[in-house]
């Protein structure tokens, strides 16, 4: 792309979670979709968009596997004079695995987007639609989809009420957004941004569940482009068995847009 000519962009993936509810006892870039690895499909489609001149990637402490499946498309990517792909150690939340990731970033770098390796069919457009808002000047600017459920906050009921919560709120389903990653920013910005959460409490550290909350408590404006539905984050056996399909069907090949 034109524009990833004049930034100089790093790709951080966040893979050091436990995937605990997809229930198959290995972390979730382990889990195979498609006969390989998540995180294979993950890297496969960052580096398909082109966008990329580093790749960082946080993967648990110690996993010998995931550090072999990233050391063998570094190679792969070198041969084809692709990105640079370094893995550091993951956090025990993902901002500590954020953080961890950045601190790896090389020197020169401009921007960085921030994609969770649970989402492992991103299309390439969405990875273009974020690096030309930034090229546009963004310094934030995050992938959505309009919300179609009507979604309602709640609190807790107190004993003897007849059902455990009570709704206290329907925001307006208009201005709702289901953000998906890869989330893009200025370097410099991201940087700030996390260091201004260096002094929350544990609880609130592990509240963060986006990068982009981390720029909005700046005061920075965060802009919106269109995400996609292949973007779907793989959570339960069901998101498994939908990206199963997708990968079948004829939403095939992957990575593109359909
Ligand atoms: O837990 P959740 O599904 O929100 O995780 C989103 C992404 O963050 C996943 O790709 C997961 O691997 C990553 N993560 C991480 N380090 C953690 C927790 C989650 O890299 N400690």
Redesign the pocket.
């Known amino acids: 792309m034109n524009e990833s000519v004049q930034m100089k962009i790093a790709v951080v993936v ?4 436990s995937g605990e509810r997809l229930g198959h006892g290995v972390p ?2 382990r889990v195979p979709l498609g006969g390989e690895p998540m995180l294979v499909h993950s890297l496969r489609g960052i580096l398909a968009s082109g966008v990329a001149s580093q790749i960082a990637v ?1 993967i648990p402490a110690d996993d010998e596997i995931l550090r072999g499946i990233c050391g063998s498309l570094s190679a792969e990517a070198a041969g084809a004079q692709g990105p640079e792909i370094v893995v550091v150690d ?5 901002a ?2 954020v953080a961890a990731a950045l601190a790896a970033i090389a020197p020169g770098t401009t921007a960085v987007l921030i994609h ?3 989402r492992p069919l991103t299309p390439v457009e969405v990875y273009h639609r974020v690096v030309k808002s930034l090229a546009a000047g963004a310094l934030a600017v995050i992938p959505a989809l309009a919300v179609v459920d009507t979604v309602k906050t709640v609190t807790p009921t107190a004993p003897g009420e007849p059902a455990v919560e009570r709704v206290s709120g329907t925001p307006g389903r208009s201005q709702l957004r289901a953000i998906q990653t890869p989330q893009g920013f200025d370097l410099a910005t991201l940087r700030r941004a996390h260091e201004g959460a260096a002094g929350m409490s544990a609880a609130e550290y592990a509240a963060i ?1 986006d990068d982009a909350m981390l720029v909005e408590a700046l005061g920075e404006p965060v802009y919106v482009v269109h995400g996609s539905p292949h973007s779907l ?1 793989i ?1 339960t056996p069901t998101d498994l068995l939908l990206a199963e399909a997708m990968l079948q069907g004829p939403l095939a090949p992957r990575w593109i847009e359909g």
């Open positions: 966040v893979a050091a979670g979730k870039a946080a993951g956090g025990g939340t993902r500590e695995s969770d390796a649970a569940t984050k959570t």
